[in-house]
């Protein structure tokens, strides 16, 4: 067994021989009881209100943008420490800003001890009728966060791990550590309800990363007090609101690890020539382009995390020996797309941003990396950056590398693409993402493609290769023309 008791079977253990020990507080054992915790192996709630998407502002100074929640249906197993959450959602267009039109998304979420992945339903033509299992390692402190800061999960975990109380207010705050790094810090009201729960889970981009659940007007749910409304805030923002409107107590929730989520997916780098000197690392949902210089090269997106940059440093360290990485261009601030940046400032690169991304990424650096340290948490190291407006040059006297605003793109507003002009090549991310090859066009042009079309159009930039950073292959500037509904013969 692992030693950490943050572990499904450990934790169980715990909670099946803890007892109302006289060392523990008062206020505990009676909030449990009111939450009718004992007798409670699982539970389901249900709600609807808001969703936010994490780490995805389009600007560094605003909150994470907002989804309407059709539904939001919870299952949580505390013996077994598993979970599943079923999500119904459509994104809310802030006003001013041109997004693609709403649809109804459903997100299938699934954890398991030290397993979490995603369960994707297949297309309505597809050869293999059965739910698509997609891994997702990086969601698994989440996820066992919100299983352990859920009340009757706080309750559980307090009890088991003979919690510390203070007298707060009327209440108590209760206190408790799990697997030895992961601190939880509940609040209970003079009623001996839980009001709050702070945690802190790790971020590529974050570091120690705060997680605060909060619980108002409690409701006798078939015998069990609940919050009917709950809000959770992570890094600073909201990132779910609803109102309960169903619990239900004991219901069978049997979660079994699907064999493709038991092992965690290797991270793949793929070196494409696109040019003499030019690489298109791609290997995973997110890519990077590497740009061979005289003496240096040039890496355009650190995406994900570290364990992307560093396959992405090991494979350039194969295909271009010898030479160090000089620069890093980051296309914009969502976290997916900066999250391996730390790693190239531990490797010696310095950071190229749009100028509003400098202060952001100067400012969240300084948070601690305690849970999970990092090499740049390690070592420490200065980050350098070069950050710009409008228009930004790298050259080494032979080859120019240039990188402009991407202007009015409502996906971003430090936002950049880089060209190429001797190879005629574009790089750009989420502005525009190829399908695969002889997938039916979108009926409704998708804004940010139109906007990226404008910009290409207005520097008058010759396009003839599009290397986008999400998507299956390399497109054309035709390709990016069909896919916004120009037709080739009004070129």
């Known amino acids: 067994m692992h030693r950490s008791l943050y572990t499904a079977a450990a934790l169980a253990v715990a909670l099946s021989t803890s007892s109302c020990s006289s060392l523990q507080p008062l206020s505990l054992h009676l909030a449990s009881d009111a939450a009718g915790v004992d007798g409670l192996r ?87 009728p059965a739910p ?68 802190w889970i790790d971020n590529p981009v974050l570091g120690d990363t705060l997680v605060e659940t909060y619980y108002s007007d409690y409701k006798d749910f078939g015998g069990i007090q609940f919050p009917s409304h709950i809000v959770r805030n992570q890094g600073g923002y909201p990132v779910l609101d609803i109102n309960v409107s169903s619990v239900k107590a004991n219901p069978r929730v049997d979660i079994s690890v699907p064999q493709e989520a038991a092992k965690a997916p290797k991270v793949l780098v793929n070196a494409n020539k696109l040019a003499n000197g030019v690489y298109y690392l791609t290997g995973g949902t997110h890519h990077s382009v590497a740009i061979e210089q005289t003496d240096h090269i040039v890496v355009i997106e650190a995406p994900l995390n570290e364990e992307r940059s560093q396959a992405v440093i090991a494979k350039l360290k194969e295909t271009i020996p010898g030479k160090p990485i000089k620069y890093l261009i980051n296309t914009h601030a969502h976290f997916d797309h900066a999250g391996g940046l730390r790693t190239f400032v531990d490797e010696g690169a310095t950071i190229v941003t749009h100028q509003p991304n400098q202060a952001y990424y100067q400012k969240i650096w ?36 240039e990188i402009h605003s991407l202007a009015d793109n409502s996906h971003n507003d430090a936002f950049v693409l880089v060209y190429l002009p001797a190879e005629k090549i574009l790089i750009e ?21 139109v906007n990226l079309y404008e910009n290409i159009q207005k520097l008058k930039l010759d396009v003839d290769q599009i290397a986008a950073l999400h998507g299956p292959r390399v497109a054309t500037l035709a390709d990016l023309r069909s896919a916004i509904g120009i037709s080739r013969a009004s070129r």
């Open 366 to 401: 300084t948070n601690p990396h305690s849970i999970h340290p990092d090499r740049l948490a390690k070592s420490n190291k200065p980050a350098n950056f070069e950050s710009f407006t409008g228009k930004r040059v790298l050259t080494d006297g032979k080859r120019s590398i």
């Open 132 to 199: 698509v299992v997609n891994p997702q390692p990086a969601a698994v402190e989440e996820r066992r966060a919100e299983i352990w800061a859920s009340p009757q999960g706080f309750l559980k975990a307090a009890l088991a791990h003979h919690a510390k109380s203070e007298t707060v207010d009327g209440g108590a705050e209760v206190s408790f550590s799990l697997g030895g790094k992961y601190r939880y810090v509940g609040t209970l009201n003079a009623k001996n309800q839980l009001t709050s729960v702070k945690t």
């Open 429 to 449: 991310a989420d502005a525009y993402t190829p399908l695969a090859a002889n997938a039916p066009l979108p009926a409704v042009p998708n804004p940010y493609s």
């Open 42 to 128: 699982s539970i389901e709630f249900s709600g609807t209100g808001r969703w936010y998407q994490f780490g995805q502002a389009p600007n560094p100074d605003l909150p994470w943008p907002p989804f309407h929640l059709k539904n939001y249906t919870a299952d949580i197993d505390y013996d077994t420490a598993s979970a599943r959450v079923q999500i119904t959602r459509s994104q809310v267009i802030e006003p001013g800003r041109n997004r693609p039109a709403p649809v109804e998304q459903k997100a299938d979420q699934y954890i398991s001890g030290a397993t979490a992945w995603n369960l994707a339903q297949p297309a309505a033509n597809a050869a293999n």
